[in-house]
């Protein structure tokens, strides 16, 4: 009797040894971090060949980088004309730019081509307005890294946390930009218009607190 009670009470441990180690343990999905933004603006003073010379607008210091590489990768957008405030991503030891975009040519009214009477304006504020009729309503736009940025939250009112969407630039110029946006390429062309995006005030409410941004004519 002793030892039919024993082999069962080992049977009964063999088994909870068993499930025990059969359970999995729960696993954690840690996000990665985000990468820091390396974008620096400045104003553009000497152009050669394989090399920029510009003000860097917030330290007010004069450098000199390399781009032929940034060229040979397609990350040179818009044209390096002498004057206008451009978006460099630097490797200031390497004396290199990973990527080079023309914001002066980048800022103003687009309207998107095969679809009439829609577009978007970027203002050199970071603001952005849509145009014309849109599932979204634009907040602001910016560049991160070499990459263009929309933020916006929906036209329908029904949610006011702001969502963002990274794009890829394909080619930019004084009058026409395109970009990739969730692998659909969107084609732009500049007009002089009217319409104007002004972050104008900061709304609190609870439980939100967002960014009115308000279009204007400026007839």
Same mark, same amino acid.
């Given at each position: 009797?002793?030892?039919?009670?024993?082999?069962?009470? +080992? &049977?009964?441990?063999?088994?909870?040894? %068993?499930?025990?180690?059969? #359970?999995? =343990?729960?696993?954690?999905? /840690?996000?990665?971090?985000?990468?820091?933004?390396?974008?620096?603006?400045?104003?553009?003073?000497?152009?050669?060949?394989?090399?920029?010379?510009?003000?860097?607008?917030?330290?007010?210091?004069?450098?000199?980088?390399?781009?032929?590489?940034?060229?040979?990768?397609?990350?040179?957008?818009?044209? +390096? &004309?002498?004057?206008?405030?451009?978006? %460099?991503?630097?490797?200031? #030891?390497? =004396?290199?730019?990973?990527? /080079?975009?023309?914001?002066?040519?980048?800022?103003?009214?687009?309207?998107?081509?095969?679809?009439?009477?829609?577009?978007?304006?970027?203002?050199?504020?970071?603001?952005?307005?849509?145009?014309?009729?849109?599932?979204?309503?634009?907040?602001?736009?910016?560049?991160?890294?070499?990459?263009?940025? +929309?933020?916006?939250?929906?036209?329908?009112?029904?949610?006011?946390?702001? #969502?963002?969407?990274?794009?890829?630039?394909?080619?930019?110029?004084?009058?026409?930009?395109?970009?990739?946006?969730?692998?659909?390429?969107?084609?732009?062309?500049?007009?002089?218009?009217?319409?104007?995006?002004?972050?104008?005030?900061?709304?609190?409410?609870?439980?939100?607190?967002?960014?009115?941004?308000?279009?204007?004519?400026?007839?």
């Amino acid at each position: 009797m002793m030892k039919k009670v024993t082999y069962l009470l +080992l &049977a009964s441990l063999i088994v909870s040894m %068993v499930a025990c180690s059969g #359970k999995k =343990k729960r696993v954690e999905k /840690v996000e990665a971090p985000e990468e820091p933004d390396s974008t620096i603006m400045v104003q553009l003073q000497k152009v050669t060949d394989d090399s920029i010379t510009f003000l860097q607008i917030d330290a007010k210091r004069t450098r000199t980088l390399g781009y032929a590489d940034a060229r040979r990768s397609n990350s040179v957008h818009g044209t +390096l &004309a002498v004057g206008d405030t451009l978006a %460099v991503v630097p490797m200031f #030891k390497q =004396k290199l730019a990973l990527s /080079v975009v023309n914001v002066s040519e980048l800022t103003g009214l687009w309207m998107f081509e095969g679809n009439s009477g829609t577009g978007m304006r970027l203002n050199a504020d970071g603001a952005a307005c849509d145009v014309g009729p849109s599932e979204v309503t634009l907040r602001e736009w910016k560049l991160r890294n070499g990459h263009f940025i +929309l933020v916006y939250v929906p036209a329908d009112g029904s949610d006011y946390n702001e #969502k963002s969407d990274t794009s890829t630039i394909i080619s930019l110029d004084k009058d026409h930009f395109s970009y990739t946006l969730k692998g659909n390429e969107k084609r732009c062309s500049k007009v002089k218009g009217q319409i104007n995006c002004s972050i104008s005030t900061r709304i609190v409410t609870e439980p939100f607190m967002y960014l009115l941004v308000k279009a204007s004519n400026l007839d």
